[in-house]
């Protein structure tokens, strides 16, 4: 059974960093892109930020140049670093990936105060 587990979510003040990790048991992710999903209270779940196998990065705009997505694949885990956070980052951050379906995480809770 394939299980996606966040951590690192927490309360920072705004211009602070968080560090959320996502282990992945059941399978190998290695040959997968991974993301990091997040939704704010009343919006829509948006993508953050992906990683392909071969590790190309992408990023929505709005966390361009402050969150790095990284992965270990020898650990079967994938991180999303966020610094200079700022009061609209707060959410839940799900990390998934997709095969024949699509897996998710449970999700961390990031607040930001400003």
């Known amino acids: 059974q394939v299980r996606l587990v966040e951590s690192g979510g927490g309360l920072v003040l705004a211009g602070g960093s968080l560090r959320l990790s996502c282990v992945v048991s059941?399978?190998?992710?290695?040959?997968?892109?991974m993301e990091w999903y997040r939704q704010a209270p009343g919006k829509q779940r948006e993508l953050v930020a992906s990683i392909s196998s071969r590790g190309t990065t992408n990023y929505a705009d709005s966390v361009k140049g402050r969150f790095t997505i990284s992965r270990d694949n020898a650990k079967n885990t994938v991180y999303l670093q966020m610094n200079s956070l700022k009061p609209e980052d707060t959410g839940v951050y799900y990390c998934?990936?997709?095969?024949?379906?699509?897996?998710w995480g449970q999700g961390t809770q990031v607040t930001v105060s400003s």
């Open positions: 998934s990936y997709a095969t024949w379906r699509r897996y």
């Open positions: 059941g399978s190998t992710i290695n040959v997968n892109a």
